[in-house]
């Protein structure tokens, strides 16, 4: 290739991944908006929240076909292959971490309209910004490339699945306590489950940053809370 087409190159794989990384920003934004919105019972930043997710959802359009089309066109291998493949993978699962920060939002502005639960919503606060943090921390990793911050988040999945199994025993509690609060309660436990599904998707990432920076799968079961049984921490498979 000449040295003109070798730059043209290297500079639609940059964009692609600047793409991903201001996808990951605006998913990052979304998700920390949807949980201040529920904190602060904010109607209008809860709607906004509505409302911007259609820039998601172009942004993924976009990233898949610059994806498709540099493969096409410039028959990526080895490590360039596996950085447009993960631009791709990345990419949906920002996507979809979008769609359940939107939910979230959608389920705040109906407890907005009743009573304050203030301790439970708290207890979502607190989930939140857990989940907000690993978030944050994962695309911090992508953005540098940096393996072991990646793995670190992978590692720490079974704090989400703990907040996640004591705020459903706490909603459970206050639903057979009250039934007046069943209606309520369970707008919360949806909220706590999609914030698990974001620490999930967070988890995914990581696994795809590994797999881009080192060119294997990343082997190992999830972390998983158990109240009973002390786990070890799973060690990453060998880079050859």
Same mark, same amino acid.
């Given at each position: 290739?000449?040295?003109? =087409?070798?730059?043209?190159?290297?500079?639609?794989?940059?964009?692609?991944?600047?793409?991903?990384?201001?996808?990951?920003?605006?998913?990052?934004?979304?998700?920390?908006?949807? =949980?201040?919105?529920?904190?602060?019972?904010?109607?209008?930043?809860?709607?906004?929240?509505?409302?911007?997710?259609?820039?998601?959802?172009?942004?993924?359009?976009? =990233?898949?076909?610059?994806?498709?089309?540099?493969?096409?066109?410039?028959?990526?291998?080895?490590?360039?292959?596996?950085?447009?493949?993960?631009?791709?993978?990345?990419?949906?699962?920002?996507?979809?971490?979008?769609?359940?920060?939107?939910?979230?939002?959608?389920?705040?502005?109906?407890?907005?309209?009743?009573?304050? @639960?203030? #301790?439970?919503?708290?207890? =979502?606060?607190?989930?939140?910004?857990?989940?907000?943090?690993?978030?944050?921390?994962?695309?911090?990793?992508?953005?540098?490339?940096?393996?072991?911050?990646?793995?670190?988040?992978?590692?720490?999945?079974?704090?989400?699945?703990?907040?996640?199994?004591?705020?459903?025993?706490?909603?459970?509690?206050? @639903?057979?306590?009250?039934?007046?609060? %069943?209606?309520?309660?369970?707008?919360?436990?949806?909220?706590?489950?999609?914030?698990?599904?974001?620490?999930?998707?967070?988890?995914?990432?990581?696994?795809? %940053?590994?797999?881009?920076?080192?060119?294997?799968?990343?082997?190992?079961?999830?972390?998983?809370?158990?109240?009973?049984?002390?786990?070890?921490? #799973?060690?990453? #498979?060998?880079?050859?």
């Amino acid at each position: 290739m000449t040295e003109h =087409i070798v730059k043209a190159y290297g500079d639609e794989l940059d964009q692609l991944t600047a793409e991903v990384a201001r996808m990951g920003g605006l998913a990052e934004a979304q998700v920390a908006d949807a =949980i201040e919105s529920v904190a602060r019972r904010d109607v209008a930043l809860g709607r906004a929240v509505i409302e911007r997710d259609h820039k998601l959802d172009a942004l993924h359009r976009e =990233i898949e076909k610059k994806a498709i089309r540099l493969i096409a066109l410039r028959q990526p291998v080895a490590t360039d292959l596996r950085r447009t493949l993960s631009a791709m993978k990345l990419a949906t699962d920002l996507e979809r971490t979008g769609d359940l920060g939107k939910n979230i939002a959608k389920r705040g502005l109906v407890l907005a309209e009743g009573e304050p @639960m203030q #301790p439970l919503t708290r207890s =979502i606060e607190r989930m939140g910004k857990l989940v907000s943090m690993r978030l944050r921390d994962v695309l911090d990793a992508y953005a540098a490339s940096e393996v072991d911050r990646a793995i670190a988040v992978w590692n720490t999945d079974d704090e989400v699945d703990e907040h996640y199994n004591s705020l459903f025993r706490e909603l459970l509690t206050y @639903m057979m306590g009250d039934p007046r609060t %069943i209606s309520a309660c369970t707008h919360l436990l949806f909220m706590a489950k999609n914030l698990e599904r974001i620490g999930d998707h967070a988890t995914n990432i990581a696994e795809t %940053i590994y797999y881009e920076v080192t060119g294997q799968e990343f082997i190992g079961e999830r972390p998983r809370w158990n109240p009973d049984v002390a786990e070890t921490t #799973p060690e990453p #498979p060998t880079t050859a």
